[in-house]
């Protein structure tokens, strides 16, 4: 399951991308907008200008804005920025493998499920973008 912090940087992002055009947003609308706890928000958005996805300007017409366009950005990006692997086990992460301790990978079944459930889920998340979230 997405965690809460996750749902709120999708939620966070959709509105952007739907907005867009209006130019920077400020925070605090969209936590009001989409009902997400102000500093909780303000965390989540720091995040992803640190990763270089958000931009903010400061003063009159000030907020955050897209550094990247919605289009480029896609989901698999924003979730491991975020929430850390998107495969359900260590044991089949790309980005953050770690071996079991009390498994042989090469005869385990749950291995090999795991691993065919992440290349379809990141086929997904790697095709779908934040743009694709947006309702224009």
Do not use: W
């Not at 706890?37 to 640190?50: M, Q, S």
């Not at 698999?76 to 929430?83: F, N, P, S, T």
């Amino acid at each position: 399951m997405l965690s809460k912090k996750t749902q709120y940087a999708f939620k966070a992002l959709t509105f952007m991308a739907e907005r867009k055009k209006e130019g920077p947003v400020l925070i605090a609308e969209i936590a009001s907008k989409k009902k997400i706890p102000l500093k909780f928000l303000e965390n989540i958005l720091l995040e992803l200008k640190k990763a270089g996805l958000l931009e903010s300007k400061k003063g009159k017409g000030g907020g955050y804005f897209f550094n990247v366009e919605p289009h480029k950005i896609p989901l698999a990006k924003v979730m491991r920025l975020i929430e850390g692997p998107i495969a359900l086990l260590p044991c089949v992460s790309l980005n953050f493998y770690e071996k079991c301790h009390d498994c042989n990978e090469k005869k385990c079944g749950l291995n090999k499920v795991m691993i065919e459930v992440r290349d379809n889920t990141l086929k997904v998340l790697e095709n779908k973008t934040v743009a694709d979230l947006a309702i224009l």
